[in-house]
Structures are given as C-alpha cells and as structure tokens.
C-alpha cells in the first residue's frame, strides 16, 4: 500500500513547528505504525535530510514511551491500543495519515512528535507510592486482599503513562492518569494509611503542572490503550473530597516528627 | 597482564554464607551515610530499586536514565512472573530447592554462594513489594496466586496478570520518586552514560550525553553502580527495547572491567516468528504460556501448509511431550528453543518462511473454559492478535525461539563489585546468577535482590572500608574521558556516508543469529570472526549520521550503541570459540551428547571466562574464575 503522510515537524521547544507531507510508499499491511515510520526515515536519512525524531522504546504497548495523534486520534483509529501496536493494514491504501505530538501546555514538544512529560513523574513524586521504606515489611500474605480488591487494583495499575489521556480530552486534563494511580494504591490495605493524603497532594499537583479540569467528556477512556476506566476519576474525586472535608494540618512536631 | 579474580565468598556453611558476610562487611554510619554520593546507572528492577533503598538508606544517589522517565525500564516488559521460595503452595519448595533449581537450570556455570543468596532473599522480595501495593494475583480467599514455569516442578512464581514486570518496576518507580520528592536521590532522565571516570584505579565517576541539549557531562562520585541490562540487541532482533544496547558496561570493559561469559545468551523459545525485512524487533509471548498451552508441529512436512485445525491429533508431533515426559512443555528455554530449530531444520515449521511451531491452547479451553484461559492469559492473547491478526482462542499460536536475555555481564564479586574498585554492577549487567541459562521468572527476581537487599549493603563495605580523596572535575583522567566521549561523537557525526545505522545494525545481527544463535560451530564462530572486524570497518568508514550533536539526534544515539556492539560482538565469537563444550544456552554443534544434548565438559570448562580488554586491535586476555560446586553434585541436566 502507498500512504500520505502529514507530518508535524519542529527543531526544538523553541522553534515554531510546521507539517510537512511524505510519501510513505510500498508498505506491508503486516507493518506496524512505527515500522512504517521507521521504512520512511531511513530513506530520508538516505536522501542526506533528517529522520523524524518520535519516542519509543519497547514496542509491545507496555512502556509507555511512544504516542502520536493519529488523524487526529490519540495512538490511532484501534481502540486498546498504543501506537506501537497499531499495524498498517488497519489503513486504506491510498490513505492520509495526519501526525501530531501529544498537544498539551503540560507536555511541551522537545522535537517533531517527542514531548516532555515530566509532570507525570512529579504528579507520582507528589503521593503515587505507599510509604515502604525497604526491609521493613512483613510476611506478604499475612495481609489477605479480597481478589475483587486486587482484581480492580490489578485493572487501575495497568496504566503506562502514555499521556493519551490528556492529548485526547478537550481539556487536556491529566485527570484519568492520576486517577489510575490512586485507584489502584486505595483500593489495597497497604494504601489505606497515606489515601486521603495522597489524593489531596497528587491533584493539587496535577493543577500545578497545568492540566485542564475534568468535566467528564470520557474522551480519555476511549483514548486509553489500556482501557482504564473513568470509574477511577470517580473514585479519585470521593478521595479527594474527603481529604478535603477531613484533613488535618501536618504538624511539624519535636524529635522525629 | 591478567586480573587477579577474587569472588569473596564467605568461608562457611551454604547457607549461613550471607547470614554471616552481612555481620563481617563493613558498615557506614548512619550520619555518615550521607556524605557519599552514588552514582546509579539504570532505573529498571535492579536500577531503580537500589536508587531507592540506597537514598532510603542516607546516601545522595543520582540516577540516569535513557528514556523520559525512570518508568520505562525495559523491566517493564516481563510478563509472566517473578519466583520466590515461599512454598505458600505446599508442594515440597524451599530455599534450597530454588537454589538447586536455579543452578541446575545455568547448566551448572554459575557461583553456589551467589545462587544460594538469591533464593535466600527471594521471601524478601514478595514481602516488599507487596508492602509497596504491587497489585499480585489472589486467590478468593485473599492469599497471594502462583503458578509453575520452566524448568521447576513446583508452583512458585508470583505474577500480576501477564504484566508482573510492570508492576514490579512501578512498585520501585514509586518508592524512587518518593525519594526524589524527599531529595535524597537527582534524577538525570534522557541521560546517557558514555564512558566510565577512573581515577587512581577506582571508578569515580561517569561521562553523560543529555540527549536533549546534546551537552557532555561529568558527574563524579564515590561509588558507581550499574544497572543497564543486557545486551541482547547486539542481534539486532531480540525481545529487548530498541534503545536497549551495552554501551555502559562495554566502556566499563574498555575502561578494565572484566566481561564474563559474553556468548552465554538465552534464546526464548516463545516468541512471535518474523514478519518480514521491516521487522523492528521481537515479541515475547510469556513463558507462562507453556502452563497450559502444548507445543507441536505436523508429523509430516506435507501438512505444514494445512490450516492447523485440520490436522487430525494422530498427524500432530507434540515433541516436547515425547522427547521430555517429565517436564514436557515445561522444559527449561535451552532445550525448548533448541527443538523448535530441530524441527523446523527438519522441514516441519509453520507459517511463512516455514520457521515457526504451533502452541496450541485448544485443550486448556476444553479442560478450563475459555473465561478461566481469559483470566490467565487475556493481554497475551490480545497482544498476539493485534500482531498477528490471528485468534489464539480459535487457531493455535505461532511461535519461534528468538534473542532474549544474556547471561553474559561484567564479572562481579560476592560483593557484585566488579574488579574495578568501586564499580558495582547489578541486575542483566553482571554475569552473577544464571550460569549458562536463566529459568523463566529468575530475572525479576535477580534485578530486585541485587536492588533491594544487596548492593544497598554491599556498597557499605566497599565505602566503610576505603579511604577515597575528593577528584576535581579538572584532573587528569576526568577530561581526557571527557575529551574521548567528544572526539567519538564528533568522528560519527562527520564520516558522512551511504549507510545508515539501521541498515548496519541489520547486517550484525544477521550475522549474529547465523553464526552465533542457537547452534554454534569452529566453522561457523570463525566465518563470523572474519565479516565482523570488516563490518566494523565499513561502518566506521561509511555510517550516515544526519544533523548535528547539540540537539536530541536519535539516529548519533544509535550510531554509538552500534559502534560498541561491532565490538561486543567479536568478544562473544572469540567466548564461543573457546568454550569447546556445549552447556545451557550455548550450543556447540562438535559437543552433543548421542540424543542431541548439550554435552558439558567440566573438567575443562567448569570455570568464569572473565575477559579483559588489552587494546583496539588486540585480542582480549581470558582470565579464568574456576567453580567449585561443594554443595550440589554436577549431574547431567536431564529433564526427561
């Protein structure tokens, strides 16, 4: 099959950024998108220009790493799907492709499609872990944890830190993402003592770094390769409230407080 | 010129071994803890949980990564599990039949004081990770899940659906950003490592790119560990990450690290075959799988064409059920890789290009139910389908063996100190663990022991009992690593010509997989010794490195990683060469036991080939780390 490819192409965070349009020619229905990518920068190297610089890494849908808006699609037409998974024979031969970054005031283009998504990591840094300094934990099983319980932690956990969650929200809210992790840490015993901490502290973060609110379009869970659902963003927002109602002041106390 | 390999292992006892090395080494105080800095290479398993325990610890750590965020560690991959000795399930497991597991399945190359120590802290890990909220498998009742994989005959891995390695890495991700927010550990993600800083003979530092602004760095500090992962990649398709490369550890080695056992690499028997020429990289499809799925190909060559459901029982080979009746197609990765190869070299693959077999789940469905197969393998399954565009519910899989881990690292102590003082290695990086073969869920559990419970004390001896001089950044040894790194981007930048990497790196691992895979010949490794210093040549004659250093230029990133894999490369032919015997995963064709069997030859071979970098254009010095088995009898690896 032969493509069209619209392309957004930018030298760095501070230049201005254009799209430019390839031909992707002769492409195997059994590649897959970054595969294709891969087949066109090679000839652009050849042809002395410069490839197009995209995140990726482990190629299996796990990392995380890659994600383009495809047709203006976040990871592309297939739902449950990253953008490394995607294969060409879900294109029409003849097809135009349109290639975009994550768009996100939060996730600032470095290069062509790669974005900085550092506030992901800050977001964490702010509550998304249990308090388990190494050494100090007891027998795993002496904990029972219902299997619905892990079950639905097991499905919040699943998040890969992709962004395609807030490349596809008309807000570009980071709120499924954040949502995910304390779904996951509060549906377990071990999260239930920092819970209501950790929700405050992680959607304020969240603010911080400049998302858009959450007014529950749910574009983000159709856009999710995961399939995370926003039964977690719910949840998220009961946390929070509660957090809000009950929190108390830490104190900055004596000795090892 | 040799190196003078000391392994350290404490006098004693098997099993009071660590017990007793952990009351011995020296400690740091806990006040004085945080006057030493830590340099970390790597946030996988290993990586990411010794950056956190370490800060935990009161030691500043500073962690590098290649990617965007510490999370994307290729530990993220693993799928089906993680071992420990728990014997939750009551079925004869103990730590001793972990350790001898685990040194039967390396083929009986690896250290006992090293494998004991493993299963010993493997209780551990559960327990903390658990702690940490990894979200295990449960049964109704609220314990933790197992299930079996290859190479034992007890149910003792835990697993989080078929993601376990995600989870696992999320839990010491979390607990790394923890320490991040509290300022114990600086993270450098989009960081580069490029070279080792040896100052007086100890490891003082690293040099970084930051693959963003394309700047060179020095970052100094009094200890330096290395959690990079192996390098699989070196045959260009392998399972592994495509940033995934050996550069650390090989400028470890060129800097005097020794590299042990470099051919000892481990072929999965279960991946998904290649598609075509574009093929980018391989997917892995659990080793879980063989928990219920039955491999087999069509008795005769005229049935391979056939749609397999086609095929009647009576015509279906499940070779691994007749040639290993105790293990069937649970036998250990070595042997199950090495049979596909058999029977496809016989004529009797499947799918295109006749190189793949059948995993066949149609009687698990017809014994559990599809919803029970759904629960156990659903990603799987859907992965394989999106690849594929073939149904594993309805049509049985296709799989063939490919590159997926190397046993092979640099050489390290009981200490995991390599023979550089003060240069750690941990995780896929060193050689330690897994002898000539890893058993399947062994890796989680070695990136975390060697994260969580190890180097975090280990480092203490080597600081508590060494009296280190501050290094300025204008010494001597510091800028010449510097000006080294420089010099090299800048020759990749300007040779200018008609290749590009890809296409290089295409060609290596071409030759690699032929004559360095899964069968290997004196013929065979020799050919290789002659393309390989050739297209090395040609590479560094004719490689087209577009744009410049000072931006993020991914194809210079890449140009480098080849760079030292056409090095690597060789050092794994010229290991080949010189192990004249066959054991684990690797495979010389001259030594087979009458029924195709790895045939060991321990007299002469029971020993470390620790390797030693004496020059460009000089053949390296094997040193010889003997193993001595006190505790476990060599035998015959039989799994029939």
Known sequence: MNLTLNVWRQANADAPGRMERYDARDVSPDMSFLEMLDVVNEKLVEAGQEPIAFDHDCREGICGMCGVMINGVAHGPVPGTATCQLHMRNFEDGASI???????????????????????????????????????????????????????????????????????????SASLFTAAKISHLGLLPQGQPERYRRAERMVAQMDEEGFGHCTLYGECQEACPKAISIDTIARMNRDYLVASATGKEEKVLGGTG | MTIDLKAKVPSGPLDKKWEKHRFEMKLVNPANKRKYTVIMVGSGLAGGAAAASMSELGYHVKCFCYQDSPRRAHSIAAQGGINAAKNYQNDGDSIYRLFYDTIKGGDFRSREANVYRLAEVSVNIIDQCTAQGVPFAREYGGLLANRSFGGAQVSRTFYARGQTGQQLLLGCYQALEKEIARGGVTMYSRHEMLDLIVVGGRARGIVVRDMVTGEIETHLADVVVLGTGGYGNVFYLSTNAKGCNVTAIWRAYKRGAAFANPCFTQIHPTCIPVAGEHQSKLTLMSESLRNDGRVWVPKKKEDCEKPPNEIPESDRDYYLERKYPSFGNLSPRDIASRAAKEVCDEGRGVGPGGRGVYLDFADAIKRLGKDKIRERYGNLFEMYERITDENPYEVPMRIYPAVHYTMGGLWVDYNLMSNIPGLHVIGEANFSDHGANRLGASALMQGLADGYFIIPLTIGDYLGSTKLEPVSADNAEVRAAEDAVRARMERLLTIKGSRTVTSFHRELGKVMWEYCGMARSAEGLKKALEIIPKLRAEFWRDVRVPGTGAELNQSLEHAGRVADFMELAELMCVDALQREESCGGHFRVEYQTPDGEALRRDAEFAYVAAWQFAGDGKPAVLNKE?????????SQRSYK
């Open chain 1, 98 to 172: 349109t290639i975009e970054p994550w768009r996100s005031r939060a996730f600032p283009v470095v290069k062509d499609l790669v974005v900085n998504r550092s506030a992901f990591d800050r977001i964490i840094a702010a509550g998304g872990f249990i308090t388990a300094p190494t050494g100090g934990a007891r027998d795993a099983n002496s904990i029972l944890v219902a299997k619905t319980d892990a079950d639905e932690a097991m499905d919040a956990a699943a998040c890969i830190g992709c962004g395609a969650c807030v490349a596809a929200c008309p807000n570009g």
């Open chain 2, 626 to 634: 003997p193993l001595v088995f006190e505790n476990v009898g060599l």
